[in-house]
């Protein structure tokens, strides 16, 4: 087990919540880690806020890599600290052994561990994944690379049958070595119940408060995707706004003829 992975699990221990953003390129995992955020998820929610695709189902496992390669420069330049996990993307999980080749190539292109959705049913790939090598974390509750399947991103654990089940998935995942749960959307009672009933650390997104981490998407948490705003996600910050100022600034001042730009000195010249 690598020493990112160790401090995550002991975080419960020293009673300290772990705080998960997403991250996509250099500036943001950069900024973010510069920032202190214990973990960069390298999510596939990049299809979405990042490539513009309807849902997450068609990112592929050229474009994860792409992106993960750039999370680990720039959480290498702000010091190399974070935990960088990378999804595996809709069909990695094929079979177990997929599963395994697409988790070696995002760790040879930064990763320190993927996540990958799935419960109980994904076991065998959490099994495999370990026994390669690769640490794996798993995403039960709403599970997006469902969609289509589903007909909706629906909240989880809503009756007993469901909250049984979530509950099987969680024993079933942390009996086949995944070093933690993401849960999505899930009641917050059944998400408490669960992190009170598994060693490994829980990390909630729209699943109250009791998990031991939280994640959001960090286009949500800046306000870089105001296109689709989550209930449950803060905007802390109206990116998009201050884009759109700057960008109309720009356009403002070019077309009226104003000096657009600033002025490069010409050679020789000391100012
Ligand atoms: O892909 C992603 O960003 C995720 C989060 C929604 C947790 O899995």
Redesign the pocket.
């Known amino acids: 087990m690598t020493d990112r992975i160790a401090s995550f699990q002991s975080a419960r221990a020293r009673r300290e919540s772990i705080a998960v953003l ?1 991250a996509y390129d250099y500036p943001s995992a950069r900024l973010l880690a510069e920032s202190g955020v214990d973990v960069l ?1 390298v ?4 299809g979405m806020v990042v490539l513009g695709y309807p849902d ?1 189902t068609l990112v592929t496992m050229e474009e994860m890599l792409h992106h993960t390669r750039a999370v680990a420069r720039g959480s290498r330049d702000a010091g190399g600290r974070a935990l960088i996990i990378a ?1 595996l993307p809709f069909g990695s999980d094929e079979s177990p052994r997929t599963s395994v080749r697409d988790g070696l190539h995002l760790l040879d292109a930064g990763a320190h561990a993927v ?1 990958l959705e799935g419960g109980a049913d994904h076991a065998a790939h959490v099994a495999a994944l370990t026994e390669a090598g690769v640490p794996a974390m798993s ?1 039960i509750g709403m599970q ?1 690379q469902r969609v289509r399947i589903e007909g909706g991103y629906k909240i989880k654990g809503k009756t007993p049958q469901q909250a049984a089940a979530l509950l099987a998935d969680a024993d079933a995942l942390e009996k086949a070595g995944a070093f933690g749960l ?1 849960l ?1 959307l899930v009641v917050p009672a059944v998400a408490k119940e669960i992190t009170a009933r598994v060693k490994i650390p829980t990390i909630g ?1 729209g699943s109250g408060p009791d998990c031991d981490g939280q ?1 959001l ?1 960090t286009h949500d948490v800046i306000g870089l995707f105001p296109w689709f705003k989550p209930k449950f996600a803060q905007q802390r910050a109206f990116t998009a706004d201050e884009i759109r100022r700057a960008a109309r600034e720009f356009v403002a001042a070019t077309k009226s003829g104003t000096p657009a730009t600033l002025t490069t000195p010409s050679p020789g010249s000391t100012s």
């Open positions: 997403t998820l999510g596939d929610s990049l997450t999804d996540k995403h997006p993401l999505e997104i994640v998407v």
